[in-house]
C-alpha cells in the first residue's frame, strides 16, 4: 500500500522529452497500470492508518468526474450560476449538520491551509487603523497572533505569508492532554500588550494532528472577546465528529469564533480537495480580497456573489458537486454510521493497547486516532525512539498496512488513524498483529 519506489525511479524510467506524435489512449492507459500505479501510496485502501486516513467514495469521484466533464469555473456568479448557489447551499447543509448557527458565511477553498490563510488575512484586515492591503506592514505596528504548540503547521505559515513573520506566531503551552492552555495565553496576551505587540488573532485547534486533542474554545473565545481578538478555529479534521450528538462538543464555542475551517475531504468522504471555510464577518474577507478589474465586472455585481472575491484565486472548480453528491447519497444517517463505527474501531484498537503490557497509550483518544508506542524494557527513552521508528518502518514494509509516526513532549509515538470508508475491523486487527510481530522481532 505504501509506494516501494525509490527516489528518482519513475523519473528515469519517464522520456525526458514530450512525444513528437499523440499516441494511443490505449497505450497511455496501460502505462498508467505499468508505471505509475507502483508509485502510488493507496489512500484510499483499507488498511491506510497514516496521517489522517481519508477516503474518496462512489459519490465524490462522480461528482468529480461531472465537474471535470463541464469544466465550470466558478470565478463570477455569471460563469455558472450553479456552481455559486449549489456551494452556498451545501456549505449550509454542512454548516446545520455540524450544529453551527445560522448567519454563517461558507466558501469552499482548497486546503484547510488556504482557509486559515484566509482567515488570517481577515483577521489582519480587521486590526483597527492597520490598512495592511493598502500600506503593507513594513515600519506598521508589529502583530502578534496565537495557537498552541500542537496546532497545524499551516498557522504558522499563514504568519509567513501574511507578513506576521515566525516571530509574529506565538506559541502557546499545553496541558497534559495536548490542549491549548488558556491561562496561558491571557498572560501572553498581557505581556505582549506590555512589550508594544499588537495582538490580533488565535488559532484554536479542533481535533490536533498528532493527537486530536481538542482546546478549550468556550475558554478560548473569552478571552478573544475580552481582548477584541480574531477567533479562527481549525478543525480541519475533528470538526467533522460534531455530525455525531455525542460527539457535538467538539464544537462547543465554535459558534463565538469569527472563522472556522472543516475539511470534507478529511473524514467526511470526499475527494481531495474540498475544505470549507466559514465566517460570520463576510464583509471583512471580502474587503481583504476583492479586487475586480474591468474585464470582470458583470451586472449582477451586487445581486448575487462572486465567489472570487473570499479568496486568494481567482479561478475556482467545481468542487460543491462532489460534497453535494456525498451527503445526498449518504444522508446524516449514513455518515453518522460510518463515523461512529470509526470511533469504535480506534477505541477497540486502544483497549488491546491497554491491555498489553508490552505496549502504552502516549495521549487521550478523544476522535479516532491512536497515539502508542511498543515498549521495550531495559531501553532508555533514545532506544524506544529508535526501535519504534523500527517497527513502524518494518510494519510499513509488509504493504499489509500504513502507519505513521509523530514526536510527543520528544518521545517517538505511533499514530493509528481510523477514518477510511472501507475499514473493517479485520484491517485493524490484522494491523496489531503486525505490530506486535514487529515489536516481539526486536525485544530478542
Ligand atoms: C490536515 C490538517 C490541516 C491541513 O489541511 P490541508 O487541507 O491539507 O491544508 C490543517 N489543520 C489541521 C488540524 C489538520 O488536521
Sequence with gaps: MLSRLRPGELREALPSCPPEKGEPLRVILADVERQILPGITHWNHPAFFAYFSITSSAPGILGEMISATLNV??????????????????????????????????????TASASSLVALAAARE??????????????????????????????????????????????????EGYRMDPDALARAVAEDRAAGWTPFAVAATVGTTSTTSVDPVPAIADICEREGLWLHVDAAYGGTAAILPECRHVLDGCERADSLVVNPHKWLFVPIDLSAFYTRRPEIVRSAFSLVPDYLRTPEDGLAPNLMDYGVSL???????????????????GIMERLREHLRLAGLFRSWVEGDADFEVMAPTPLSVVCFRALFAGRDDAEHDRLNDEVVEAVN?????????????????????????????????????????AAAARRG
Design 73 to 110: 469555473n466558478g470565478m463570477l456568479w455569471r460563469t455558472s450560476p450553479a456552481a455559486t448557489e449549489l456551494e452556498t447551499v451545501v456549505l449550509d447543509w454542512l454548516r446545520q449538520l455540524l450544529g453551527l448557527p445560522e448567519g454563517r458565511f461558507g466558501v469552499i477553498q482548497d
Design 126 to 175: 480587521a486590526v483597527p487603523g492597520l490598512e495592511a492591503r493598502r500600506r503593507g506592514l513594513v515600519g506598521q505596528a508589529r502583530l502578534r497572533m496565537y495557537t498552541s504548540e500542537q496546532a497545524h503547521s499551516s498557522i504558522e505559515k499563514a504568519a509567513i505569508v501574511l507578513g506576521v513573520g515566525q516571530e509574529g506566531c506565538r506559541k502557546i503551552p499545553v496541558d
Design 315 to 333: 479561478g475556482r472548480r467545481f468542487r460543491a458537486l462532489k460534497l453535494w453528491m456525498v451527503l445526498r447519497a449518504f444522508g446524516r444517517e
Design 397 to 437: 514494509a509488509t504493504g499489509e498496512a500504513f502507519l505513521s509516526a509523530t514526536k510527543l513532549r520528544g518521545r517517538t509515538a505511533l499514530r493509528l488513524a481510523v477514518g477510511n470508508i472501507r475499514t473493517e475491523e479485520r484491517h485493524v486487527r490484522r494491523v496489531w498483529e503486525l505490530l506486535n510481530e
